[in-house]
């Protein structure tokens, strides 16, 4: 018997679940926006299921689409994201946490979000979801060697920012 598109939809899904949420919920800064995105994500994939080439690249094929999804919400919500941070921010961390600390985090996620689209996604998929330079590859379709490069570049630009973020509150 033949397995329905749902069924084998699901049945690719429920292995890399995990993996897809902590993405979207990085990808949107551990906001509760990380519902709405996988969600639409999931509507396209299944939609767009058929053009899949192998199962292997799925979960690839999901992070792509929702990479897509993020940057359409963000061109049309660009001047309300940083303020979207701020409330995420608030409700996210708990009350434990040291309010300087929290300035940390949050300036953290305001200097990510100013970072090519590019290389933010290499930095958040690889600092912060612990993906490999291999997989990041063939998540963006870029080379080990640009993977690497876009990191070191990254990186040092992200210190740059709050190191003179910091200098200035000086």
Do not use: W
Not at 25 to 53: N, P, S, Y
Not at 119 to 125: A, G, N, S, V, W
Not at 139 to 160: D, P, Q, T, Y
């Amino acid at each position: 018997m033949e397995l329905t598109k749902q069924e084998r939809f699901m049945q690719l899904y429920e292995p890399v679940h995990e993996r897809f949420e902590r993405y979207c919920k990085t990808r949107t800064f551990g906001g509760e926006q990380f519902k709405d995105v996988m969600h639409d994500t999931l509507l396209i994939a299944f939609e767009k299921f058929e053009t899949l080439k192998t199962k292997e690249a799925f979960l690839h094929f999901l992070f792509g689409i929702a990479t897509r999804v993020l940057s359409n919400q963000r061109k049309k919500k660009q001047p309300e994201f940083v303020e979207h941070l701020s409330t995420e921010f608030k409700h996210v961390h708990n009350d434990e946490q040291s309010i300087e600390r929290k300035l940390e985090i949050k300036n953290l996620y305001e200097q990510l979000e100013k970072l090519d689209d590019l290389t933010r996604e290499c930095i958040i998929l690889f600092e912060i979801s612990g993906f490999s330079i291999k997989e990041i590859s063939g998540i963006v379709n870029l080379s080990e060697a640009a993977i690497k490069k876009r990191l070191s570049r990254g990186r040092k630009e992200l210190l740059e920012r709050i190191t003179s973020l910091e200098n200035a509150e000086l």
